[in-house]
């Protein structure tokens, strides 16, 4: 009896055996043989399989069977005219019997009629004679032991199937290990995409990679089964859908025949459905792939959801030191003994606040926050993170001591370029994951540093001791805040890079500071609020960023002089004050700056 991963003919399953034997396996067991058997006619239906055989003596014996059936007669019952004769092998033909098996002696001495070997020839239906006596039980007997035996060896193989992929959910095997192991038990090339066509991985199975992928979207494309498991005959690729909770995010295919041709050599048939055994295969593939990407998608959701809360209860004291550190040591991020830096990420502008829409922007935040926990795990570095407003992706990283602290923060800054640039390839080539929330926007923009369109990092002052973590924490907010007006290419912003913006958002929350802007500004905030298609707020910001240059200031706020000039007259009205004081102009803009960190959220 053939084991679980052999045909009948010792080669690997899922290359050529199935699971019914066919005509010409039949023609060579010892039962058969004894009957000096001769094939008369249809030779090229031979390898059809038989699923069952049945001995018949009576001509409309078609409408009892099912297609399939090798048909064993001595021909006794058989209609004595050419007309009845051809409609009998039309009518076994119709119904899709696997051959016929007449045993000469009793009805026809020396050959079967020759209508019906021309009738047998026109239709392609084996037809065989057995040129001595046969007891038929003893074939029935020995194909059906043969049926069986190739039954139970599709069991075996399914429970095979089911038990290994059972262990690789168990296991939490990532996609490559599962499509290797699709690829070994079937013996087939298996390929993963999603629903764009792009390949996610695969396995050629010992054939060319490079041939099985040239031009695979192209190809993909023209793939298309009859159903989320189905089997296409004009490809030769067996298919099923990947997904699981209604999304669904891919497919997985495998090539059958492994030749890849859609015809087999068997005379130009169709190609023989692949075994069952490789339904169960590839479905059960699918499934651990979708639970995969399900248990690591929560894992990873709930890790994140318990970062954000201990990072929040750090910035907030709404619990207790020791209990964050107690809870963030089972989470594996040791923080007692160790050195501890604050660092915040976000975008330049308002960005993720949703230009686009509140959905977007809140995608963009799970993305880059995403990004960051990468970049983290390629530098190789320990950290609580998680986002922490709607703009800003927190960290709080745990290092072994003060010395690492600057080859730390590089690390991170060239990782996170790292992974940015990987995404914005990515995306270029359409392969983003569809099964994804958010899919399709890009959250990562070029630039790390000084670009309008890219990412500010920043970072607080390394610190000794947990408690002292939230200061680290805060100082990098503020950083990142002030920054976000600061053109400058640098990996990471700290404090004193951000000179008086960094120092008023210290004082952001200082009531000193906020009355001396209401007293510098004040009249020019209440005139704004009547009158907010003016904006002289904006045209003072353009004068003084301007170095006080009023042509420079007209053009920065796209306004002709004329209307500029009126309307830096109109700021010193309202104000009282003299716009060419340099004392005036210096008292001016530091209001400016400070309303700006009082304004951040």
């Given at each position: 009896m053939s084991g679980p991963g052999t045909s009948r003919s010792g080669v690997t399953d899922g290359s050529v055996s199935a699971v019914f034997p066919t005509v010409r396996e039949v023609l060579a067991l010892d039962p058969v043989r004894h009957g000096a058997p001769r094939v008369v006619a249809g030779d090229a239906g031979l390898d059809r399989p038989v699923r069952w055989v049945h001995v018949a003596e009576v001509p409309d014996i078609a409408t009892l069977l099912g297609g399939g059936e090798l048909v064993l007669t001595t021909g006794i019952g058989l209609p004595a005219d050419d007309a009845g004769l051809r409609a009998f092998i039309g009518d076994l033909a119709d119904v899709g019997v696997s051959g016929l098996?007449?045993?000469?002696?009793?009805?026809?001495?020396?050959?079967?009629?020759?209508?019906?070997?021309?009738?047998?020839?026109?239709?392609?239906?084996p037809l065989v004679e057995l040129r001595r006596a046969t007891p038929f039980v003893r074939i029935t007997e020995a194909v059906h032991a043969l049926i069986v035996d190739a039954q139970l060896t599709e069991l075996r193989a399914a429970e095979e199937i089911h038990q290994r992929f059972t262990d690789l959910s168990v296991e939490g095997a990532d996609a490559a290990e599962v499509i290797r192991q699709a690829a070994e038990l079937s013996g087939c090339p298996v390929v993963l995409e999603?629903?764009?066509?792009?390949?996610?991985?695969?396995?050629?199975?010992?054939?060319?990679?490079?041939?099985?992928?040239?031009?695979?979207?192209?190809?993909?494309?023209?793939?298309?089964?009859?159903?989320?498991?189905?089997?296409?005959?004009?490809?030769?690729?067996l298919v099923t859908v990947v997904g699981a909770r209604g999304q669904d995010w891919g497919r997985l295919l495998l090539r059958w025949p492994a030749s890849g041709d859609a015809t087999s050599a068997r005379g130009g048939e169709a190609a023989l459905a692949p075994p069952t055994r490789l339904t169960i295969l590839i479905e059960r593939a699918a499934s651990t792939l979708a639970l995969g990407r399900l248990i690591r998608r929560d894992a990873e959701g709930l890790e994140r959801q318990l970062h954000r809360t201990l990072l929040t209860a750090l910035l907030d004291h709404s619990r207790p030191v020791d209990e964050v550190a107690l809870r963030a040591k089972a989470l594996g991020v040791a923080l007692d003994r160790r050195h501890l830096v604050g660092v915040m990420v976000r975008h330049r502008g308002d960005e993720l606040a949703g230009e686009n829409g509140p959905e977007v922007g809140q995608a963009r935040l799970r993305d880059l926050s995403e990004a960051v926990g990468q970049a983290l795990r390629e530098a190789k570095l320990t950290a609580l993170t998680s986002a922490v407003d709607d703009n800003s992706v927190g960290a709080l990283l745990a290092l072994p001591d003060p010395a690492a602290e600057d080859r730390a923060l590089a690390a991170f800054a060239g990782a996170l370029r790292r992974v940015r640039l990987d995404a914005g390839a990515g995306r270029a080539a359409s392969a983003a994951d569809p099964s994804r929330p958010g899919s399709g926007v890009d959250p990562l923009r070029s630039g790390v540093g000084g670009t309008s369109a890219g990412l500010i990092?920043?970072?607080?002052?390394?610190?000794?001791?947990l408690r002292e973590a939230r200061r680290s924490l805060v100082e990098a907010r503020q950083i990142v805040e002030a920054a976000r007006r600061d053109r400058r290419d640098l990996p990471v912003f700290r404090l004193p890079h951000v000179g008086l913006a960094g120092l008023l958002h210290l004082l952001r929350d200082e009531p000193r500071l906020q009355t001396f802007v209401e007293r510098e500004l004040g009249p020019l905030l209440e005139y704004?609020?009547?009158?907010?298609?003016?904006?002289?707020?904006?045209?003072?910001?353009?004068?003084?960023?301007?170095?006080?240059?009023?042509?420079?200031?007209?053009?920065?706020?796209?306004?002709?002089?004329?209307?500029?000039?009126?309307?830096?007259?109109?700021?010193?009205?309202?104000?009282?004050?003299?716009?060419?004081?340099?004392?005036?102009?210096?008292?001016?803009?530091?209001?400016?700056?400070?309303?700006?960190?009082?304004?951040?959220?």
């Open positions: 098996v007449v045993e000469l002696g009793r009805r026809y001495v020396s050959g079967v009629p020759r209508v019906m070997a021309a009738a047998a020839e026109r239709r392609g239906l999603n629903l764009s066509r792009q390949v996610l991985g695969y396995d050629p199975a010992g054939e060319s990679a490079e041939l099985l992928l040239d031009g695979w979207e192209q190809h993909s494309r023209r793939i298309r089964p009859a159903g989320r498991t189905a089997y296409d005959p004009d490809s030769g690729w990092i920043a970072a607080g002052s390394g610190v000794s001791s704004d609020a009547q009158h907010p298609r003016e904006r002289l707020l904006d045209t003072l910001r353009a004068y003084l960023e301007q170095g006080r240059n009023k042509s420079a200031g007209a053009a920065a706020a796209h306004l002709s002089r004329p209307a500029f000039y009126e309307r830096l007259a109109r700021i010193a009205r309202i104000l009282d004050a003299d716009l060419d004081s340099v004392e005036t102009s210096l008292s001016l803009h530091v209001a400016l700056l400070a309303l700006e960190a009082v304004r951040t959220p």
